[in-house]
């Protein structure tokens, strides 16, 4: 098992940016892809990006272009960077470790 702590979130407004941050702890040798989901109000919890240990990256089409995934394996390390935000975006984003590796969430909140 992985113990995952995401930070980061907050309120911006549209257009601004946000950095979050996934501090992984555990297991870690098992480790190859990790991945950000999010959720919104009413809403299922949607894919948002994912990486692997060899720089393979997936990003949801709504963010291609605005947000960029990274990850420090040395230091346990994962980070989405959120450009150009929009109001739409608001949601508590989660860190995992696929499939049953979950972090509490961080509230992401855009303003218009």
């Known amino acids: 098992q992985v113990h995952l702590v995401e930070s980061g979130g907050g309120l911006v407004q549209a257009g601004g940016s946000l950095r979050l941050s996934c501090a992984a702890s555990g297991r870690m040798f098992s480790i190859n892809a990790m991945a950000w989901y999010r959720q919104a109000p009413g809403k299922q919890r949607e894919s948002v990006t994912s990486i692997t240990r060899t720089g393979t990256i997936y990003y949801t089409d709504s963010v291609k272009g605005r947000f960029t995934v990274s990850r420090d394996d040395a230091n346990n390390m994962m980070y989405l960077q959120m450009n150009s935000l929009k109001p739409e975006d608001t949601a508590v984003y989660y860190c995992?470790?696929?499939?049953?590796?979950w972090g509490q969430g961080t509230q992401v909140t855009v303003s218009s």
């Open positions: 995992s470790v696929p499939p049953n590796s």
